[in-house]
């Protein structure tokens, strides 16, 4: 049930696992009609926090901060107009929903404690794997925002480095609608920098390297609906902005390893009465 050598080796060289078929349709179909129903739930008029890449201290708000351990809805940049109407409907201006839907949710949670991903992360060598973070992510016709290109060990950090991304395709993704793209072997860059709280309030990056990604190398990961992305915490990946006019829906966990330290100044923080849990 697991990943064989072969899938090892090129989980090892590239940095990321491609797995088509992962997820049946009948399965990809049960998170988009419960995603849809959730987002039914929210009054976009209760709050309004905008999810992005490219100004992220900017736009990290208390709402965000404390989601962790929540399930919380983000605007697309572009959902407002400039008087801070929502140009279309709710359910085509969310940007995504999180960070504790695998938790709080029964459908994500059956979803996420697929006894096929607690063989990946044995697989990996992940000697105690906790389901951390939890995004539905929308990329939104038209005005779907763009990723830039990051390591998602800047956002999850522990000490040593342990997070894996399993990134779900519950739409085929394309390049046109913003399917993700990343760097083979980039993983073995080193981390360029860290996200973390800081003392006198706020967030902000730690930086090691400043030198950019390598915008040269970069490969666009097209896959059909179902399939299944794995990927090493410090691999380079991105993607871009969806101006077609289909979305681009997907599934993303974020396990680690309990074996690591998880330090206090991580931004993705969770009630102690509620701390992550294994498969
Ligand atoms: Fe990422």
Same mark, same amino acid.
């Given at each position: 049930?697991?990943?064989?050598?072969?899938?090892?080796?090129?989980?090892?060289?590239?940095?990321?696992?491609?797995?088509?078929?992962?997820?049946?349709?009948? &399965?990809?179909?049960?998170?988009? &009609?419960?995603?849809?129903?959730?987002? $039914?739930?929210?009054?976009?008029?209760?709050?309004?926090?905008?999810?992005?890449?490219?100004?992220?201290?900017?736009?990290?708000?208390?709402? !965000?901060?404390?989601?962790?351990?929540?399930?919380?809805?983000?605007?697309?940049?572009?959902?407002?107009?400039?008087?801070?109407?929502?140009?279309?409907?709710?359910?085509?201006?969310?940007?995504?929903?999180?960070?504790?839907?695998?938790?709080?949710?029964?459908?994500?949670?059956?979803?996420?404690?697929?006894?096929?991903?607690? &063989?990946?992360?044995?697989?990996?060598?992940? &000697?105690?794997?906790?389901?951390?973070?939890?995004?539905?992510? !929308?990329?939104?016709?038209?005005? =779907?925002? $763009?990723?830039?290109?990051?390591?998602?060990?800047?956002?999850?950090?522990?000490?040593?480095?342990?997070?894996?991304?399993?990134?779900?395709?519950?739409?085929?993704?394309?390049?046109?609608?913003?399917?993700?793209?990343?760097?083979?072997?980039?993983?073995?860059?080193?981390?360029?920098? %860290?996200?973390?709280?800081?003392?006198?309030?706020?967030?902000?990056?730690?930086?090691?390297?400043?030198?950019?990604?390598?915008?040269? =190398?970069?490969?666009?990961? $097209?896959?059909?609906?179902?399939?299944?992305?794995?990927?090493?915490?410090?691999?380079?990946?991105?993607?871009?902005?969806?101006?077609?006019? %289909?979305?681009?829906?997907?599934?993303?966990?974020?396990?680690?390893?309990?074996?690591?330290?998880?330090?206090?100044?991580?931004?993705?923080?969770?009630?102690?009465?509620?701390?992550?849990?294994?498969?």
């Amino acid at each position: 049930m697991g990943l064989s050598a072969a899938q090892l080796a090129d989980f090892d060289r590239d940095g990321f696992l491609v797995l088509e078929g992962f997820a049946s349709p009948e &399965a990809c179909d049960a998170l988009i &009609a419960r995603a849809a129903a959730l987002v $039914e739930t929210f009054d976009p008029d209760s709050v309004r926090s905008v999810f992005s890449t490219t100004d992220q201290t900017r736009t990290t708000d208390d709402y !965000f901060l404390s989601s962790g351990d929540k399930i919380r809805f983000f605007f697309e940049a572009e959902a407002h107009d400039e008087d801070g109407n929502m140009r279309g409907d709710k359910a085509l201006s969310i940007n995504k929903i999180g960070h504790a839907l695998h938790d709080l949710d029964p459908v994500f949670d059956d979803f996420s404690r697929d006894p096929r991903l607690a &063989a990946i992360a044995a697989g990996l060598g992940i &000697a105690r794997p906790l389901l951390l973070q939890s995004m539905y992510i !929308f990329k939104q016709p038209r005005i =779907g925002g $763009e990723v830039v290109c990051h390591q998602d060990a800047t956002f999850l950090w522990t000490e040593p480095q342990s997070v894996v991304g399993l990134w779900f395709a519950l739409q085929d993704a394309t390049l046109e609608n913003g399917c993700l793209q990343a760097l083979p072997g980039g993983h073995r860059l080193g981390l360029k920098k %860290r996200f973390r709280r800081f003392p006198e309030g706020g967030v902000n990056f730690d930086v090691f390297d400043p030198t950019p990604f390598p915008d040269t =190398g970069i490969v666009p990961l $097209e896959v059909p609906r179902g399939t299944l992305i794995v990927l090493h915490g410090a691999l380079p990946h991105l993607s871009g902005p969806n101006r077609s006019d %289909r979305s681009r829906h997907a599934y993303a966990l974020h396990l680690i390893d309990g074996a690591c330290h998880y330090p206090a100044d991580d931004w993705l923080q969770r009630d102690p009465a509620m701390p992550a849990r294994g498969f």
